[in-house]
């Protein structure tokens, strides 16, 4: 069965500074999509990046960037300069290809940035 | 266009009634999934649909929960003799019909059992 650890529950940071969410997954398949979903304070989920099994080249997209370890089975997730507008709970999520496709999800980390 | 809506945004209900919650996914996703998301947990997969039936129902918490998109569009979740243990944010998702494609998610139905 696939499960999707988050050790992080909450982690507190001061504006302008680096912080980095942890992901660890667990899954026999061997191909698989990972998923970073935002959480606000308003609820709605938000997609934030996907990638895939066979894809191990980190990203980056503004502040943002992701780094995916298929030898540590993680997907960590660091904001660069953080602001107080990247406060939410961040979820890491895996997709398995085949069956239902469903998302299983971490427990979340909730990020708190402070000015 | 438009993202996933959910109604009504907050039910309140006394234990024991029954409850639906609707879900109109963005058009053009023939999947969607149904979600229940508790305080400081990540949502928990109940059912997923592709076009009208049920693909995988295998997270319904019992045989009080029952979900149904008849016309491979809008699902309604319902919800039987409710519980004060079903009280959680209900969340539903569409995605296009591919394992890569993100979920798109509503603001969800909070529910809450008295």
């Known amino acids: 069965a696939q499960k999707v650890t988050q050790a992080q529950t909450e982690i507190s940071v001061v504006e302008k500074e680096d912080v980095t969410l942890d992901c660890v997954y667990e899954t026999r398949d061997t191909t698989y999509y990972l998923f970073w979903y935002k959480q606000p304070p308003s609820g709605e989920l938000v997609f934030l990046i996907r990638?895939?099994?066979?894809?191990?080249q980190n990203e980056i997209s503004g502040r943002y960037s992701w780094n995916f370890q298929k030898s540590t089975s993680s997907f960590n997730f660091t904001i660069t300069a953080s602001q107080v507008v990247d406060s939410a709970v961040y979820f890491c999520?895996?997709?398995?290809?085949?069956?239902?496709?469903?998302?299983?999800f971490g427990k979340g980390t909730k990020l708190t940035v402070n000015p | 266009g438009a993202g996933v809506s959910q109604t009504p945004s907050n039910k309140v209900t006394e234990k024991g009634k029954y409850v639906e919650l609707r879900c109109d996914p963005i058009s053009g996703h023939t999947a969607l999934y149904w979600y229940r998301q508790s305080l400081g947990q990540g949502p928990e997969f109940l059912i997923y649909f592709q076009g009208t039936g049920a693909a995988d129902d295998s997270g319904l918490p019992n045989d009080r929960f029952f979900a149904v998109r008849p016309e491979g569009s809008v699902s309604t979740l319902k919800i039987q003799r409710t519980e004060r243990g079903d009280s959680a944010v209900y969340l539903c998702?569409?995605?296009?019909?591919?394992?890569?494609?993100?979920?798109?998610f509503g603001n969800g139905t909070r529910l809450t059992v008295t």
């Open positions: 998702a569409s995605s296009l019909s591919s394992y890569n494609s993100p979920l798109h």
């Open positions: 999520a895996l997709r398995l290809q085949g069956g239902s496709e469903k998302l299983v």
């Open positions: 990638r895939n099994s066979f894809d191990e």
